[in-house]
Nanobody
Framework: QVHVVESGGGLVQPGGSLRLSCAASGTPFSIYRAEWHRQAPGKERELVASTTRGDSRNYVDSVKGRFTISSDNAENTVFLLMNSLKVEDTAVYYC?????????WGQGTQVTVSS
């Protein structure tokens, strides 16, 4: 059974940084595609960043130049480095990974940007 666990969220001041991790276990297959989504209170979930086979990377305009998605294939883990955080980045962040042709969601990790 595949397990996907996010970690790294927390409370940070505006301008600060956080690195989120998304680790997949219970499978012999590598992550083919990884996505980071976020959902703020009262808003729809939005796709923030994605990477396919660790090569191509795409970002929503609001995070370009501030967020970086990366992966460690040996550890089957995906990261989201978030710099220059803004209050409007506050949300629950979820990862979605495609492994062996199936997509799996993590449970989410809270990111709060506040002074």
């Amino acid at each position: 059974q595949v397990h996907v666990v996010e970690s790294g969220g927390g409370l940070v001041q505006p301008g600060g940084s956080l690195r989120l991790s998304c680790a997949a276990s219970g499978t012999p297959f590598s992550i083919y595609r990884a996505e980071w989504h976020r959902q703020a209170p009262g808003k729809e979930r939005e796709l923030v960043a994605s990477t396919t086979r660790g090569d191509s990377r795409n970002y929503v305009d609001s995070v370009k130049g501030r967020f970086t998605i990366s992966s460690d294939n040996a550890e089957n883990t995906v990261f989201l480095l978030m710099n220059s955080l803004k209050v409007e980045d506050t949300a629950v962040y979820y990862c979605n990974v495609t492994i062996g042709g199936k997509a799996y969601w993590g449970q989410g990790t809270q990111v709060t940007v506040s002074s």
